[in-house]
């Protein structure tokens, strides 16, 4: 049975059909705080093809909602010309709902190309061309005015068999070159500014470093298939044990040597110190190999070295491990290197709520000045959106003139809808050619 004889309604309840039944709404792909997410079939332009259809109540909402909602399909529709960034094909209203059209990965998120089909472990190539595609996705943000704030490897979509990435998910991005939403991030990814706990005198935090930090986190999960810690915090034992020990990465991972150097200058606790996006990109073009070499892993500690051989040979599990530093043995085996009680000793990756372990003096995403949020940027002038489709209240979000009002007792959504864990190539769906018939 076709997809187009079946009910006039979808799970989540909007219409099959819309947009003047152009889209076909065929299953759920995501859910949030504000909607949901559809996979779709968009004929609008004649050949069809698979659409992500971001469905969003219109009314019901109070004015902070609004504010946040109109935030984020702005500064996705002011970023998406980059190929490195999902993008938005155009905003239509119906009914009760605000429908976002947008961009389909394929291939899943990234998290799934990594944990599931181990695409990028020893491949130093494919490693340097996916990071400086995000690499350059977040220096146009960040051109722009823009900064992600939510940067992993769920909110990257890919394609072309893992090597094309695209970014995704706006929900958290902000233009406020410093912000004082403390909190707003996912937990391992999260830089330790914009936590609050590093640097308690601080009423604000640089928000475009937080975007370096993330990507930094990323590379690990890319040559190593791990995490480094949970959380950046001073609770976290793995993350005092990096700052302790500069060469504790490589001590559990198996990274060479320049990588190592790489991630140290990315993971400068002080963001002022952290390198730039384009020092960055210079390191990353001329770095020979990511992982250690055979002659590094024979004399690699134990625990690299069996990192190494575990990711070719087991599936990786995101769980929520934290690396115990006392679990080590404090004893040399016969090779001369600390021997471990558990081959999982570093933080394996896991999907993440978004929800960072916030500390007790600071509220998730809490706003500590001023009554006002920063315009969203204007993008009204571009001629890729659709006049007809920029109905209100969406108009709006194309205006610079628009400020939002923000009270300081307010916190910014952490459960957002996003295109995320979206088993792309296990929904069994025909060719889009077969919906075309």
Known sequence: MSASSSSSHVAGGSPRFIDNNHLELVAVIGTGAYGVVYLAIDSRYGQPVYRAVKCMRRHGLDERQRHFQRREIGLHRLASKHPSIISMDRIFEEGEYAYVVMEYGEEGDLFSMITDKHRYLGDNELIRSIFLQLLDGVAWMHSLGISHRDIKPENIV?????????????????????????????????????????????????????????????????????????????????????????????????????????????????????????????????????????????????????????????PRTLLSVVEDEHAWLEEENSEGHFAYDDEMETPSLQSDTGSPLYPETVSPCQSYIGDFMPPTPDFASEDYLIPSQATPPWDDCLSSDDVFIHSKDDSCPTSKVSIQHTAFVDYSFPPVSAFAQ
Not at 277 to 304: G, N, P, S, W, Y
């Open 158 to 314: 890919c394609s072309q068999n893992g090597t094309r990435v695209r970014i995704c998910d706006f929900g958290l991005a902000t233009s406020e070159e410093y912000s004082s939403e403390f909190g707003c991030g996912s937990t391992f990814y999260i830089a330790p500014e914009c936590l609050g706990d590093w640097f308690p005198d601080r009423k604000t935090y640089p928000t475009r470093s937080g975007d370096i930090w993330s990507l930094g986190v990323i590379l690990v999960n890319l040559v190593a298939g791990r995490n480094p810690w949970r959380i950046a915090s001073p609770a976290d034992e793995s993350f005092n044990s990096y700052l302790s020990d500069p060469n504790f990465l490589r001590r559990i991972l198996p990274v060479s040597r320049d990588c190592l150097y790489i991630l140290n200058q990315i993971f400068a606790i002080n963001p002022e110190e952290r390198i730039s996006l384009a020092e960055l990109r210079k390191l990353v073009v001329e770095i020979k190999t990511f992982t250690m070499d055979q002659e590094e892993v024979i004399e690699a500690h134990v625990a690299a070295r069996q990192q190494q051989e575990y990711a070719t040979v087991e």
